[in-house]
């Protein structure tokens, strides 16, 4: 299966951006976190992730995915579970990057993101924000 069957490119791009966005927000807060706060990188991890993943949730489902489900808490509630468990991947990456490689912590962090971004983007359109799953009928 080539990838231009499985990635819609235009779609890709606006999810690129948007993340790019949330990225933003997440490696922002992280930074602080660590650099100001003095948190652990895991704490900062899991505070970085909350408020950028609330924004990259709801800008990819009205501009990235156009998904016009009204089914907004089963969305997010599907939304919480795939990005815990790319959480839980980041955590274990970021940790390999840093205690096993010895790279610092934000390059661990900018690494950790670039791997996760293809699989992020395939389970938000083909589950998240499924047009199968979360057909046009429930809207109102």
Not at 11 to 17: H, K
Not at 93 to 108: G, H
Not at 111 to 140: C, E, G, Q, W
């Amino acid at each position: 299966m080539k990838l231009t069957s499985i990635i819609k490119w235009n779609e890709f791009l606006a999810y690129f951006f948007i993340g790019a966005t949330a990225t933003m927000i997440d490696w922002g807060i992280f930074w602080f976190a660590v650099n100001k706060l003095g948190f652990h990188y895991e704490i900062a991890l899991v505070s970085a992730y909350i408020p950028a993943g609330i924004y990259h949730f709801l800008t990819n489902k009205f501009i990235t995915f156009q998904c016009k489900s009204k089914s907004l808490g089963s969305q997010y509630s599907i939304y919480i579970i795939l990005t815990l468990s790319s959480l839980m991947i980041s955590m274990g990456v970021i940790a390999i990057l840093i205690n096993l490689f010895t790279l610092d912590k934000m390059t661990a962090r900018i690494l950790t993101t670039a791997l996760m971004l293809i699989p992020n983007y395939l389970l938000h359109k083909n589950i998240t924000f499924s047009k199968r799953l979360f057909a046009t009928s429930d809207v109102a």
